[in-house]
């Protein structure tokens, strides 16, 4: 803890002897005379501290003065918004000190509550709270904040400028957010050689010649405005593999965002880049068995210490048909192995048990036939159903299916490159279909993963925020009507 939460700890302690003060229905974060300075763990938790400096930028944008960000307490005064979760001790004091239940979101998912306070180094003056049930949850109590004083999440990729305004009041009633719809939310970056890829090796980043750690604290702070956790990071041959770019992966560390991979990359691997036939043999189970254990088992040993999803499976390199099979049933009997050797990857290099390791498995195009055959995935692993490439989900959860403990999820697409036609340059996907689509898995219960083929994110910046935004509270879209209604 920073001695800054010491001293709010401590303080909050002494309030327990005081009573608390009747609450003002607003408070004011910034007018002519200044603006909240920002008080958080800087030093132990880098999500945190990066989560703070994205509220002053927004501070800075909306009222032309420079907030403070305290990780000392020695200059602490007047109002202030502090952010933390419910494990710190020095936030667990301040909402104890001023009789703030935590329970509606204690042990939830991603959840945040808000409460306005007697600051703890002056009962005159007033903090702004945000408590998280877990580091996320208080990201996105931030970025709910940042919502609500009218910034953009596209304001930095598509040059949505903040308004200066000359002040700013924000609710003071207490309150507490639901957890998300959906539990993992994710976007993946794919076919990026057109307009991604390139603009980050000849522009933004040059230094790394790729999409490097650079431009992906870029993505991660737009994941984090559009409230998604989980990314499927770019995978084409011109791109460097996300795990060969040194930074990538602490990045996404330093952002709280969950690494996994796509549906045709099994096990943290980025096949296109990283499967050289020329050193290690044929992809081919049948063949080369051996080699692609360990070939998996070196991936899963080099970033057990991040969080990660595991995609199980097999398929070839490229996104096509695995190798050896020629029919649904040679491929789901070579399936039933791979999942038994992936597992045993997981099992071993983590040393958590197979059920309590986030794993999921995508019937993508010729792999939908060979799981209808009578495939057996494991009951913990996420059933991932796709869409047919072009917005229609294939098809989703049977009674039997929806009482596994994995439960399920969808892969949607927003751009496409493949047959029979490609749409990479317009967002075709009207969003009435999306909300039916999305709405139908809902109710079919896929609810632990949703995931969206971004392409290079631009120019799906709309589609992409309904995505999220319903996966995020799916409940605030009931009818078509809503749809209008957000765009």
């Known amino acids: 803890m920073t001695h800054a939460l010491r001293k709010i700890g401590a303080a909050a302690a002494l309030l327990l002897c005081f009573a608390v003060p009747a609450r003002a229905a607003t408070l004011t974060l910034f007018d002519e005379h200044g603006v909240a300075c920002i008080v958080t763990d800087g030093s132990a938790r880098a999500p945190l501290n990066k989560v703070a400096a994205l509220l002053a ?44 239940d935590a329970a509606p ?26 408590f998280g049930s877990d580091v996320r949850g208080a990201i996105y109590g931030v970025i709910d904040l940042t919502r609500e004083m009218g910034v953009s999440p596209w304001e930095w990729w598509a040059d949505v400028a903040i308004r200066k305004v000359g002040a700013i009041k924000v609710d003071a009633a207490l309150r507490y957010s639901k957890e998300p719809s959906v539990k993992y939310r994710a976007i993946f970056l794919n076919d990026e050689d057109f307009g991604l890829k390139p603009w ?55 952002y709280a965002i969950i690494h996994a991979t796509s549906h045709a990359e099994p096990m ?19 063949t080369n068995r051996q080699a692609l ?33 020629d029919s649904p049933a040679e491929m789901r009997d070579i399936l039933g192995q ?22 999921l498995f995508t019937p993508y195009k010729e792999v939908l036939p060979a799981y ?14 796709p869409d047919d490439n072009f917005g229609y989900i294939r098809r989703l959860s049977n009674a039997t299916e929806r ?3 994995g439960g399920s999820g969808v892969y949607y697409h927003i751009s496409y490159w493949g047959g029979p036609m490609s749409y990479l340059w317009l967002a075709t996907t009207h969003p009435a279909l999306m909300w039916e689509e999305m709405r139908k898995a809902y109710r079919f219960d896929a609810r632990r993963i949703w995931i969206v083929n971004v392409g290079d994110i631009k120019p799906g910046e709309y589609l992409t925020q309904l995505f999220l935004d319903m996966a995020w509270d799916a409940d605030a879209f009931p009818d078509l009507a809503h749809v209008r209604t957000h765009l």
């Open 268 to 286: 943290l691997r980025n096949n296109d880049r990283e499967w050289d036939p020329a050193k290690r043999g044929p992809f081919n189970w049948l």
């Open 57 to 100: 930028h927004d501070l800075i944008a909306l009222s032309g003065k420079t907030p403070k960000i305290a990780t000392d307490a020695g200059g602490v005064s007047g109002t202030a918004i502090v952010i933390g979760t419910l494990d710190q001790p020095a936030i667990a004091a301040l909402l104890t000190a001023n009789h703030i």
């Open 403 to 405: 009482t596994r403990s």
């Open 200 to 254: 980050a090796a000849k522009t933004f980043e040059p230094e790394a010649g790729t999409i490097g750690p650079r431009t992906y604290a870029r993505i991660f702070e737009l994941m984090w405005r559009l409230k998604a956790d989980t990314i499927w990071p770019a995978m084409h041959k011109g791109t460097v593999a996300f795990d060969d770019e040194p930074g990538n992966a602490q990045m996404a560390d330093d």
């Open 372 to 385: 209808d055959t009578g495939l057996k995935v494991p009951d913990d692993v996420t059933l991932t159903w």
């Open 338 to 359: 791979v999942f038994a050797q992936q597992r045993a990857i997981l099992v071993h290099r983590t040393g958590k048990p197979a059920d309590q390791i986030p794993q």
């Open 105 to 130: 979101v204690a042990g939830k998912w991603e959840s945040y509550g808000r409460a306005v306070v007697p600051a703890p180094w002056n009962p005159k003056d007033r903090a702004l709270v945000i």
């Open 293 to 325: 254990i360990d070939y998996w088992d070196e991936a899963v040993d080099g970033h057990k210490q991040y969080e990660n999803i595991y995609t199980l499976g097999l398929r070839g390199v490229g996104d096509v048909q695995m190798q050896g099979a």
